[in-house]
């Protein structure tokens, strides 16, 4: 517990204030800027008005007056000139405006979880429940109110799937645990770079209904590119420009030229038929990267120093140019999305064999190190979503690793949790078994949650709500909140028994040098009767007192404080009342509770009378 004492002291070299200080005064100098962009964009398209009325006030002018008709035209068409430079001007400051505004609404999501108007974020993460990571529920890790739905920033569905198994991870590599760690510091340094990269992700559209580890996206085995279909279609192409030009020369009839155009309009397509499954596969690639060259280039630019974070960053910037080939394929693509612009490319361009050929080469070269470039902009995206905590919370450090079983905090607070109304608590515990008493609402679920959420941010990479923290790698087990299962025909009890079940039958199968394990059991056996509860939850806490683990219950029943094992410590919360005031200071304090509160509830929400 004494290497504890230097845990969570690198934040501080950033500061622990600082960085929410950094965010609202970055928040300040955008609005700044965005105000300023906005007025004059505004200005800007006021002169747009008065340039293009000038501009054809000119050529007005011209056809009415003979003498300066060429003068007239002249300034026209300088007038012109100038309107279509405001245009570009004015477009860039429009996409600048739009960009800044992305951003803002960017930090007032970081200002909702500071908050704690975060509940509304649409992604909490159930889609992700499943039977094997159902229990995590119990410490809100995944679904409604959760750390899923906090921490989230992932636009695409692969992004978000990265995120929940970052935070449901029941096998640990300390190697890359620790990589991860590093990368999270970095991040937290990089604030503005966080929040853009996110503002240009969210302008890509459609891009939440992307699957970036789909297959399909990323074809192994790409058919070799096609000169046959290059040069036949360049052929047809010059002769129905020959046949145009000789029928416009009068040198051969119009109808000639128009068989040539028949025979051309035939070939695009019977190509288009033979070539329909390869056009699926160019749209969804150029659906999902075509808009991605501007993310490429900007993380390209960044500057960063750990190795991990500069590692992706290198992968990112290999994928530069093959993502530039991409955008032009789109641009192509876009081309033939219109009737008339795809008959008219094709006729004279051959826009077709060009885009699959162009596709196919692009991928024959590209295609593994497209998919090395996506899945590093999702590690960047992951690092970022975990900078999180240290974005939003005052009190943060990043959590130690220690060989021993034992468990130490200082300052520890919900990350949930508005951070200015949660009160802090200071614990620390080895290889033992704690039974936590107390009244209702006093605090005690509460707090096995807190440990269990920043254990998972520990294990995530993450910065953890604590000023000190310090566990070794352990398997979380729950059962808190356990409820009954109509469809499966499960009792509350009978849950209970399962989650129970489940602890033993790993630390039965678990050779001491494998990863130990942390249980978190709340109420332990509340959906039986007494005698029996008291009896099960009594061989539960021998079984475990046998086990390499530290274990948390939480129970009513004072029977179970008195139990005969060594390994067994009592802890509880208390209450003082402020005259019919129930006041409640969730500290946790060493030893037996001593009160309850269960029959002054009841009379004081008039279940029972109040007694004399």
């Avoid at 995944?142 to 921490?151: A, P, V």
């Avoid at 290059?230 to 020959?242: E, N, T, W, Y």
């Avoid at 145009?244 to 190509?271: K, R």
Wanted: hydrophobic share 40%; net charge neutral.
């Amino acid at each position: 517990r004494d290497s504890c004492r230097i845990a969570g002291t690198a934040f501080r070299e950033i500061g622990e204030i600082i960085m929410w200080k950094k965010m609202m005064e970055l928040k300040q100098q955008i609005q700044s800027e965005y105000i300023k962009n906005k007025k004059q964009s505004d200005r800007m398209s006021n002169t747009k008005l008065i340039v293009f009325a000038a501009a054809v006030f000119g050529f007005i002018l011209g056809a009415v007056f003979e003498p300066i008709k060429l003068l007239c035209y002249f300034l026209a068409i300088l007038v012109t000139v100038c309107f279509i430079i405001l245009l570009a001007v004015h477009s860039r400051l429009l996409e600048k405006c739009e960009t800044e505004e992305k951003q803002l609404q960017i930090i007032e999501k970081y200002e909702s979880r500071r908050n704690d108007d975060w509940q509304s974020f649409t992604d909490d993460g159930s889609s992700f429940i499943t039977e094997e990571n159902k229990d995590l529920m119990d410490l809100n890790i995944l679904g409604s109110h959760s750390l899923f739905q906090w921490l989230n920033i992932a636009y695409t569905k692969s992004g978000k799937r990265k995120l929940m198994k970052q935070l449901t991870k029941t096998e640990f590599d300390e190697t890359s645990w620790k990589q991860t760690q590093c990368a999270v510091k970095e991040m937290t340094e990089h604030l503005l770079f966080g929040i853009k990269f996110q503002a240009i992700l969210s302008e890509i559209r459609n891009i939440h209904k992307l699957d970036l580890e789909e297959k399909k996206l990323y074809p192994s085995e790409c058919k070799k590119p096609e000169w046959i279909s290059i040069i036949m279609g360049s052929v047809f192409a010059l002769a129905m420009l020959v046949s145009l030009v000789l029928g416009l020369c009068e040198m051969i009839s119009f109808g000639t030229a128009g068989i040539m155009l028949l025979i051309c309009l035939c070939n695009l397509c019977i190509f288009s038929y033979f070539h329909g499954a390869e056009y699926e596969e160019i749209e969804k690639c150029i659906r999902a990267f075509g808009k991605m060259e501007r993310l490429i280039s900007f993380v390209s630019e960044e500057q960063f120093k750990e190795d991990v974070v500069c590692q992706y960053q290198e992968k990112i910037r290999l994928g530069k140019m093959t993502m530039h080939r991409i955008s032009k394929i789109a641009s192509l693509y876009y081309a033939k999305e219109n009737m008339f612009s795809n008959v008219l490319f094709n006729v004279v361009f051959i826009l077709n064999p060009l885009l699959v050929f162009l596709y196919r080469n692009t991928m024959k070269e590209g295609s593994a190190i497209l998919y090395d470039t996506m899945e590093s902009i999702e590690k960047i995206e992951l690092f970022i979503a975990l900078a999180g905590v240290a974005w939003v919370k005052d009190t943060v450090c990043m959590p130690k690793k220690i060989k021993e079983i034992s468990f130490s905090a200082k300052n520890m607070k919900h990350p949930l949790l508005t951070e200015s109304e949660c009160i802090a608590n200071d614990f620390s515990c080895g290889e033992e078994i704690v039974i936590i008493t107390g009244s209702n609402m006093s605090g005690k679920s509460s707090f096995m949650r807190m440990i269990g959420v920043n254990l998972v941010l520990m294990y995530a990479g993450a910065y953890v709500n604590a000023e000190k923290f310090c566990a070794p790698f352990m398997r979380i087990f729950t059962s808190i909140g356990v409820q009954d299962d109509i469809s499966r025909g499960i009792s509350t009890f009978y849950g209970e028994l399962l989650r129970i079940k489940k602890v033993l039958d790993y630390a039965e199968n678990t050779a001491e040098n494998e990863v130990p394990f942390i249980v978190f059991v709340d109420e332990i056996f509340k959906g039986t009767n007494y005698n029996d509860r008291l009896f099960g939850a009594k061989a539960v806490v021998h079984k475990l007192a046998e086990k390499s683990c530290i274990t948390f219950i939480t129970t009513h029943d004072f029977e179970l404080c008195e139990v005969s094992e060594k390994k067994v410590s009592n802890y509880h919360f208390t209450e003082n009342y402020d005259g019919d005031l129930i006041v409640f200071d969730h500290k946790i304090r060493f030893g037996q509770c001593k009160t309850t509160n269960a029959r002054y509830l009841m009379e004081r929400i008039g279940v029972l009378s109040p007694s004399n």
